[in-house]
């Protein structure tokens, strides 16, 4: 059997393939190993983090219905000066520029 010069080439070119993907599969193997002996740490770092938001979210919720709870509280011990809070918040105007926020106050009460 006789091998011309384009087999030569094509088995050489076949035989560097080759070589490529044992180094990769070797690449795969040792990331596949490490990956296994760490995602049980990340694992449970991640279930740590998420007890803690939950936690912290919890508290939050907490927090904010006790604010809410002295606010409705101090709204009916004194009514006229919540009105006046309402009242001096409604001039409040919001802008956004250039994802900066800026908060001018205009009374237009003042200005009639």
């Known amino acids: 059997m006789c091998f011309c010069g384009m087999d ?13 993907f044992e180094k990769t599969n070797e690449m795969l193997i040792n990331f596949n190993a490490l990956s296994a002996s ?6 449970e770092r991640f279930q740590q983090h998420t007890h ?9 919720d907490t927090i904010f219905r006790r604010i809410r709870n002295l606010q409705r509280k101090l709204e009916r011990q004194h009514p006229q000066a919540f009105q006046g809070v309402f009242d001096l918040l409604s001039g409040l105007k919001r802008k956004v ?3 900066h926020l ?11």
């Open 8 to 20: 030569l080439n094509f088995i050489m070119t076949l035989h560097s393939r080759l070589g490529r």
């Open 38 to 43: 760490r995602f049980p740490i990340m694992s």
């Open 52 to 60: 803690t938001l939950t936690e912290l979210k919890r508290d939050l």
């Open 97 to 99: 520029v250039r994802g």
């Open 102 to 112: 800026y908060i001018t106050y205009t009374n237009d009460k003042m200005s009639t």
